[in-house]
């Protein structure tokens, strides 16, 4: 790059980023364009997103996130809270009196997503500066359009707390590597405050962030000033966080959202952090002895206060879990998807496991650099490994790795390209600069022949793609309103583009509701009956082929859903015609 052209990418790096984040949203909603038209909210979660969206707009409590539209008329207790919903609701009401609700809800969940998704931009390209060198954010741009599973956070209509909260751990990794102490720490503990107040996805990260702050303490004595901002940010966001946004729900010692357990903890952590930085302790090993003293008392208030909070945090039972949470596929190991899949997932924190031991050994004689790298990189390794829990950390994984991954192409670029060897400077260059971008596998699997599609596999897309369609629902919509029994992942589309309530959708907190769905379709029809008749429906909606027909049909096979598809309706249920070609099958509870 010309010596002139890095002066002005390094001096107007703010610009850069902002037209950057601007192309690629216009990007992006070119290409869903026709998922906008459609009002197609891709997943269950952004169409419960939407509906209790709608309820705060209508005049819910605030403070009640009972999702009343699904298990009624007692509700499904949701454990998310009201920040997300904000900018949803604003732009809704905002546009409404112009261009009217429907098009107003269409224009809102284009763009929600997209508000986040600049701060994460802005947050990674000031880590991979301050890490880095001033114009090596350029690279972490382009290795963001590698990172599908990051990115797939922020298309439209994914208008799901993910992004945000991918948007504030990255806030605060650029908090972490910040040179001004006070501040980088009043940078981290409030994204962390604000990211545990909307869920506590992030809560291994922030936790990990914590320790690494203390241990730079240890290390070097000046931390105090970061470690002391951290902790009265993080204490006081929370508990600012609480008061403003927890749910009625979320104030009694639930174990999954901000609530007494996890705010005491932060108050407790947040005075003990504070009390360790105003010590004027000045041998490490005495620093290091009063930090494990400090966890051990942490560990031992948790463990003590809130025993229930040890295990899963979800707190389904036995049965729920083997019943629905077992089938979950992001909740699986991301080797479960395939080998494809998982490749594609993997490259960018392979990338970065490899680029952070690189650029730690470039820096190895400057301490201060030292310990803001290996701050950075534990989030990014603990991502990583626990993708081998679930796939569901790949978003984050994929993310926090970029700063390390891009190191490899800015340092070992430049190396490999000025070999004598003409073979070695454009291969070699080619592949480094692949690897580090994240680009790498994608290009050798684009060379790969994918596995051929089953019949079952195109019939099961097929369901999937057609089943949530306004046009398939619209039908159901034209009914009586009514309490609809259907599948655990159809009813939050239901609820959210129909009149009519529904029983359970893949909520944790609503286990019974979730175990009775379960139970029904895979029991016998007489169970079934029982089941429908105790939660006072008066339709049963199928989509044959669907996703969790699958499990029905394999574990069993004789039960109701099975004898449905094999057209074999009980005297109790009449089916109702829809139109030719629609996809779902309706019928109306007679007895």
């Known amino acids: 790059m010309p010596e002139w052209l890095l002066e002005k990418v390094e001096r107007?790096?703010?610009?850069?980023?902002?037209?950057?984040?601007?192309?690629?949203?216009?990007?992006?909603?070119?290409?869903?364009?026709?998922?906008?038209?459609?009002?197609?909210?891709?997943?269950?979660?952004?169409?419960?997103?939407?509906?209790?969206?709608?309820?705060?707009?209508?005049?819910?409590?605030?403070?009640?996130?009972?999702?009343?539209?699904?298990?009624?008329?007692?509700?499904?207790?949701?454990?998310?809270?009201?920040?997300?919903?904000?900018?949803i609701a604003g732009m809704i009401l905002a546009l409404r009196p112009f261009i009217g609700?429907?098009?107003?809800?269409?224009?809102?969940?284009?763009?929600?997503?997209?508000?986040?998704?600049?701060?994460?931009?802005?947050?990674?390209?000031l880590t991979a500066r301050r890490l880095i060198a001033p114009a090596a954010y350029v690279l972490a741009i382009v290795a963001l359009f590698f990172a599908g599973s990051t990115l797939g956070m922020y298309t439209p209509e994914r208008i799901d707390h993910h992004g945000w909260q991918l948007a504030l751990l990255a806030i605060g990794g650029a908090g972490m590597a910040d040179p001004r102490r006070a501040r980088g720490g009043v940078v981290l503990g409030i994204a962390s405050a604000i990211s545990l107040s909307i869920g506590l996805e992030m809560i291994i990260y922030i936790a990990l962030s914590g320790v690494a702050s203390?241990?730079?303490?240890?290390?070097?004595?000046?931390?105090?000033?970061?470690?002391?901002?951290?902790?009265?940010?993080?204490?006081?966001?929370?508990?600012?966080?609480?008061?403003?946004?927890?749910?009625?729900?979320?104030?009694?010692?639930?174990?999954?959202?901000?609530?007494?357990?996890?705010?005491s903890d932060a108050l407790v952590a947040g005075a003990l952090m504070l009390g360790l930085a105003m010590l004027?302790?000045?041998?490490?090993?005495?620093?290091?002895?009063?930090?494990?003293?400090?966890?051990?008392?942490?560990?031992?208030?948790?463990?003590?206060?809130?025993?229930?909070?040890?295990?899963?945090?979800?707190?389904?039972?036995?049965?729920?879990a083997q019943l629905w949470l077992s089938h979950v596929r992001e909740a699986r190991p991301v080797w479960s998807n395939g080998w494809q899949v998982a490749c594609l997932i993997l490259a960018l924190p392979v990338a970065g496991l490899l680029g952070y031991p690189l650029l730690a050994w470039t820096v190895r004689h400057d301490r201060e650099r030292l310990r803001t790298l290996l701050s950075v990189a534990a989030p990014s390794l603990a991502a990583t490994l626990l993708l081998a829990w679930q796939t569901r950390t790949g978003p984050a994984a994929q993310m926090l790795a970029i700063p390390g991954a891009i190191a490899l192409p800015w340092l070992l670029a430049p190396?490999?390209?000025?070999?004598?060897?003409?073979?070695?400077?454009v291969v070699g260059t080619s592949v480094v600069v692949l690897l580090g971008l994240g680009g790498l596998v994608p290009t050798v699997l684009n060379f790969v022949p994918?596995?051929?599609?089953?019949?079952?596999?195109?019939a099961i897309g097929r369901a999937n793609g057609l089943c949530p369609?306004?046009?398939?629902?619209?039908?159901?919509?034209?009914?009586?309103?009514?309490?609809?029994?259907?599948?655990?992942?159809?009813?939050?589309?239901?609820?959210?583009?129909?009149?009519?309530?529904?029983?359970?959708?893949?909520?944790?907190?609503?286990?019974?509701?979730?175990?009775?769905?379960?139970?029904?379709?895979r029991g016998t029809a007489d169970d079934a009956h029982a089941i429908i008749l105790r939660h006072h429906a008066n339709y049963v909606l199928?989509?044959?082929?669907?996703?969790?027909?699958?499990?029905?049909?394999?574990?069993?096979?004789?039960?109701?859903?099975?004898?449905?598809?094999?057209?074999?309706?009980?005297?109790?249920?009449?089916?109702?015609?829809?139109?030719?070609?629609?996809?779902?099958?309706?019928?109306?509870?007679?007895?």
């Open 101 to 125: 609700g429907a098009d107003a809800e269409r224009t809102a969940v284009a763009v929600a997503p997209l508000i986040p998704l600049l701060p994460m931009m802005i947050a990674l390209s």
């Open 214 to 263: 203390v241990l730079a303490w240890v290390a070097d004595r000046d931390e105090r000033r970061r470690l002391a901002a951290f902790a009265v940010s993080i204490g006081g966001g929370c508990a600012l966080g609480f008061a403003a946004f927890a749910s009625y729900a979320n104030r009694l010692p639930v174990c999954d959202a901000l609530s007494p357990v996890w705010l």
């Open 12 to 87: 107007h790096w703010r610009w850069v980023v902002v037209s950057a984040w601007l192309g690629l949203s216009a990007y992006m909603l070119f290409f869903a364009r026709g998922q906008i038209r459609g009002f197609m909210l891709g997943d269950t979660d952004d169409n419960m997103r939407m509906s209790q969206v709608r309820a705060l707009i209508a005049g819910q409590d605030w403070f009640d996130l009972r999702q009343y539209k699904m298990n009624p008329p007692f509700g499904a207790d949701i454990h998310w809270s009201r920040i997300v919903d904000l900018p």
């Open 542 to 591: 199928t989509c044959p082929a669907m996703s969790q027909t699958t499990i029905f049909m394999a574990e069993a096979p004789k039960g109701f859903y099975g004898q449905l598809e094999r057209g074999q309706v009980p005297h109790w249920l009449q089916p109702i015609p829809l139109p030719k070609g629609n996809p779902l099958k309706i019928y109306r509870v007679v007895g």
């Open 469 to 521: 369609t306004l046009w398939a629902m619209r039908p159901v919509a034209l009914l009586p309103k009514g309490i609809v029994f259907t599948f655990v992942d159809l009813a939050p589309r239901l609820i959210t583009v129909t009149h009519h309530s529904s029983i359970a959708g893949p909520y944790h907190r609503n286990g019974e509701a979730i175990a009775d769905t379960m139970h029904a379709f």
């Open 415 to 425: 190396r490999v390209f000025a070999s004598s060897s003409s073979v070695l400077r």
């Open 280 to 320: 004027g302790v000045e041998r490490w090993k005495m620093r290091l002895s009063l930090a494990l003293g400090a966890g051990v008392i942490i560990a031992a208030f948790h463990a003590l206060m809130w025993p229930h909070c040890l295990t899963r945090l979800e707190g389904v039972s036995p049965e729920v």
């Open 450 to 458: 994918g596995k051929p599609t089953t019949p079952r596999e195109g």
